[in-house]
């Protein structure tokens, strides 16, 4: 049994990736053209359709990605609204990273409280048993004078 390629064409719409370093982000639309669907055979497809490419390669312009979504239909104002959107939920990102790195500073700052708290607590608890053990002995003398249990 042999394998199929199946190249189906999709629209181009507005994304909501804040990856996006600037200009509109895009992305494919779910549905697809089925007069544009075309099959062939896997490894047939494997040899014609060429090297891969980097991955810096991929990367679109921002010009070149407004451009497309202005040819499929998209108003300027839709484009400039989604580049808001996207630097909108940048920017909450990055609250939301400096948030999370500041709790953990807070976290270990707590804890490090606590220890300290129980570390001195710990050290009272050792003065106090010695003190008792001294008073038990009767090895305590204050102002020249022994103290008995």
Request: some cysteine; overall charge positive; aromatic content about 8%.
């Amino acid at each position: 049994s042999s394998s199929i390629a199946l190249k189906l064409t999709q629209n181009l719409i507005i994304g909501d990736n804040p990856s996006c370093h600037e200009g509109v982000p895009v992305t494919i639309d779910w549905g697809f053209d089925p007069s544009t669907e075309f099959a062939m055979e896997i490894n047939t497809f494997e040899r014609i359709r060429g090297e891969r490419r980097p991955s810096e390669q991929l990367l679109v312009p921002k010009e070149i990605r407004e451009s497309w979504l202005r040819n499929s239909g998209w108003s300027q104002k839709a484009i400039v609204q989604a580049v808001r959107n996207a630097r909108k939920i940048k920017y909450e990102r990055m609250q939301s990273a400096h948030q999370a790195t500041y709790e953990s500073v807070q976290e270990n700052v707590e804890s490090l409280t606590v220890g300290l708290k129980n570390l001195v607590r710990f050290k009272k608890t050792n003065y106090e048993r010695d003190l008792e053990h001294a008073i038990n002995q009767k090895q305590i003398h204050m102002h020249g004078y022994a103290l008995s249990a």
